[in-house]
C-alpha cells in the first residue's frame, strides 16, 4: 500500500519529494561475513534525497500536517534531532516554504550541522552529556513559551511516523525479498521497526522482529539505548519486539569500515544493524532470509573519526 492518494497528489507537486521512497534492496553476500547458507538482505536508505531513511516519515508527518491545516506558512517546524530527522525536516520544509527550527545535541556530527544550516534551518544545541533525551526537554520548552509560533512535528509521538514505514517501507521489502524470516532494526524514535514490524507480520506471523540495543556511550548516532531510565518514544511500539540483541560500537564500526572497502559508504548504525544481521544468520544456518536497512551515508560522519 503506497501513501494515500491525497498525500500523494501534494507530493507530486513537488519534483524533490517525489523521489524519496522506493528505494532498492540488495543481498549483502560478502565472503568476510560468514553467513553460511542463509541470505541477508539490506534495503538502500541511504538513496533518499537526504542521505537517509527519515525522509519517509519527515514528508508523511508535514505533508499530513498542512492537509489537516495544522502547519500554515505562518507556523515554524520545531522539533528535537540528531541529525537525520533534521535534514529532512530542513530539506522538506524549505521546498514547501516552511521555516524550520531544530533542538539537537552540541555533539552531532559537523557534516550533518552544515546540511541543516545550508537549508536554511535555525539550530539550538544541549549538552551532549546529558544525553539524547535534553533535546526533547529543551523543544518541550521552546514549544510551551510560544505555542502559537511553532508547530510542534514531535515525531516521537506522531503516528504518521510509524504509518509512514507500514505504508511504504515494508510494502516495497515484501515486493523485493520472498520468504522475510528475520527483520533487524534499533530505535531512533522507533517508527521504523515498529510501522515495519507490524506490517511484516500482518504478512506472516511467524516473522521475527529483532531489536538491536547498544552501550548509551559513546552511543550510536542516530539510535536511542533502550532500557530502564531511558525515555521511551511512543511511536516505539515495544510488543512488535520479539528479540533484542546487544551490539558492540567498536565491532558495528568495524563493519562499516568493511562495509565501505566492499562499496558500501554507510553510517555507523548501519554497521550495527549489519552486525546484528550477522549473527543471526550464523544462529539459523540454513533457513534464514534476514532483512535490514542501511539507514543513511558514510559522508554524514567524516567528522566522527570512524574512517580514520
Known sequence: ???????????????????????????INFPELNLGQSKLFAKY?????????????????????????????????LDATSGNAGIAYAMIGTT???????????????????????????????DPLLGYDETIREVKRLYNNDPEKYFWCDQYSNVMNPLAHFETTAEELLNQVNGITHFVA?????????????????????????????????????LKSIGEGHYIPDTFDQNIVDSEIHVDIENAARISKLLASKGLFVGQSSGAYITAAMEICRKHQNNSRVVTILNDIGERYFSTGIWE
Open 1 to 27: 500500500m503506497p501513501f494515500p492518494k491525497n498525500i500523494l497528489e501534494f507530493i507530486e507537486k513537488y519534483p524533490t519529494l517525489s523521489t524519496i521512497g522506493n528505494t532498492p534492496t540488495a543481498e
Open 45 to 77: 536508505e541511504f538513496l533518499n534525497p537526504g542521505g537517509s531513511i527519515k525522509d519517509r516519515p519527515i514528508l508523511r508527518m508535514l505533508v499530513d500536517a498542512i492537509l489537516n491545516n495544522k502547519l500554515d506558512k505562518n507556523k515554524t517546524i
Open 96 to 126: 514547501l516554504n516552511r521555516q524550520v527550527e531544530l533542538v539537537m545535541p552540541e555533539n552531532a556530527s559537523e557534516e550533518r550541522k552544515k546540511r541543516l544550516i545550508a537549508h536554511g534551518a535555525k539550530l539550538t544545541f544541549t
Open 186 to 222: 534499533g530505535v531512533g524514535t522507533g517508527g521504523t521497526i515498529s510501522g515495519i514490524g507490524k506490517k511484516l507480520k500482518q504478512h506472516n506471523s511467524k516473522i521475527e522482529i529483532v531489536l538491536i540495543n547498544f552501550d548509551e556511550w559513546p552511543g550510536i548516532e542516530g
